[in-house]
């Protein structure tokens, strides 16, 4: 049985079964490919280049169809589920299964997020192929779960990368896997699913303690709410911003947010002071609608929000602008400090020019500095935006409109997760001692 989102077409189908014909040749020249670029010498990355405005206007995009579907040979498949992606599934044979995975809209970066699941009526061994439209490269490792709750990496020796050659670079136009199946439940996923369900429980749980408080901001272009966290019991004179997963596929971004937020309510005696000083908010899912819908990147509205900051055409982004308009308003108080998490290839910081001064110059480098000489082994990366007073992303916001001495904090896919929680604590830590001097 085969099925697509109501925006594919006879093409697409020719086009799945087309990409998913396995060759053991291409496998074993991309385990090759992998060998060599594992071989060159180990340099910092350089991250991504200057960022440019683009028209945030909405525009449409493509809905998946969401079902349980029988695939045939007593093989079962579902995207039923908040965070799923899955827009096309084939049994090609006896043992291979073939996805299509293709964006909410284009363009878009190469970054195609999956999650699904799969079920058989009796044990039994297939290869599973994860297709992606051309030009999109593979780029999650897959994990896996028998409850949709905790993940585990999938072990290489069962997974590879379909590697092509294009203008004498390798490029990965897919990927292939292999499973066991059983009437038990089998979660695949890019990253580890984190809805705006687990979000809420998380949210629900940390606004027990007293100094939180844990309420409605607005809502998103979906509909659904979108809510920030107070953090303190200070008189909003002075403030720091946390905001995550704009960008909805970027869980280790919002990882280290969380480690950070916990760490500012913790019982610490630096996190009781800087509580009656500083009162901190946080939205820790800016995209709620992109997340739930399985989005590689873009909000309802079809746009990157993280593109959004300076037109403000759409809702998530224009009510956090008036969420702190209407504080700073109010109180006569300064943001000092913004972070907003995200996820990307490697670990690096994305700073404003350091000749830019806002409302606690320095702060920026000195917590970096200090976050890097706890951390063993690790040389932090630092690449300043340059210092054009544009207002695209939400650093470049915060920092040109409120003078938020602001960082955007940037989560390598592949991070082990303890150091990744490791590096918000101690973040979060440098940052009240700091703030407290």
Not at 29 to 50: D, E, F, H, V, Y
Not at 101 to 115: F, H, L, M, Q
Not at 228 to 251: F, T, W, Y
């Amino acid at each position: 049985m085969v099925f697509f989102s109501k925006y594919c077409n006879r093409d697409l189908k020719i086009q799945v079964m087309r990409i998913t014909k396995i060759n053991h040749r291409i496998i074993l020249a991309s385990i090759g490919l992998i060998i060599i670029a594992s071989c060159k010498t180990n340099q910092q990355w350089q991250g991504q280049g200057q960022i440019q405005a683009v028209n945030t206007q909405t525009v449409p995009v493509s809905l998946q169809f969401k079902d349980v579907f029988d695939l045939g040979k007593g093989i079962y498949a579902s995207n039923e589920f908040e965070g799923a992606r899955l827009n096309g599934i084939v049994l090609v044979n006896d043992t291979l299964v073939s996805t299509l995975i293709t964006s909410e809209n284009s363009p878009i970066n190469p970054s195609p997020w999956y999650a699904f699941k799969l079920w058989a009526d009796k044990e039994q061994e297939i290869t599973l192929a994860l297709t992606y439209p051309e030009d999109v490269n593979h780029r999650y490792h897959p994990k896996t779960s028998r409850d949709g709750v905790n993940f585990q990496q999938m072990d290489s020796s069962n997974f590879f990368i379909n590697k092509k050659i294009v203008e004498g670079s390798p490029k990965s136009s897919g990927a292939t896997m292999k499973l066991s199946l059983s009437t038990d439940t089998l979660w695949i996923s890019a990253q580890e699913l984190l809805t705006t369900s687990s979000n809420d429980s998380w949210t629900e749980e940390l606004s027990k303690k007293s100094f939180i408080t844990n309420s409605k901001a607005g809502e998103s272009r979906g509909g659904r709410p979108i809510n920030v966290l107070k953090i303190g019991e200070s008189d909003d004179k002075s403030m720091i911003v946390v905001i995550s997963r704009q960008h909805p596929p970027e869980v280790t971004g919002y990882l280290a947010m969380k480690a950070f937020v916990e760490t500012l309510s913790s019982d610490s005696e630096d996190a009781i002071a800087f509580r009656k000083k500083y009162n901190t908010y946080v939205f820790p899912l800016v995209n709620p609608d992109g997340v739930d819908n399985g989005h590689w990147r873009h909000n309802m509205g079809g746009i990157d929000l993280n593109r959004d900051w300076e037109d403000f055409n759409q809702p998530e982004t224009t009510l956090i602008r008036d969420f702190f308009e209407n504080k700073v308003k109010d109180s006569g108080g300064k943001i000092y400090f913004f972070v907003d998490f995200h996820s990307t290839w490697q670990d690096i910081y994305y700073t404003i020019d350091p000749e830019q001064k806002g409302n606690m110059p320095g702060l920026v480098p000195a917590l970096i500095s200090a976050t890097g000489k706890e951390l063993n082994n690790y040389e932090p990366n630092i690449k300043p935006s340059p210092g054009t007073g544009k207002r695209v992303t939400s650093t470049s916001y915060f920092f040109y409109e409120h003078g938020a001495e602001s960082l955007t904090y940037e989560i390598g896919d592949k991070t082990p997760r303890e150091f990744v929680r490791k590096k918000g604590e101690i973040t979060a830590k440098k940052l009240m001692e700091l703030l407290l001097k």
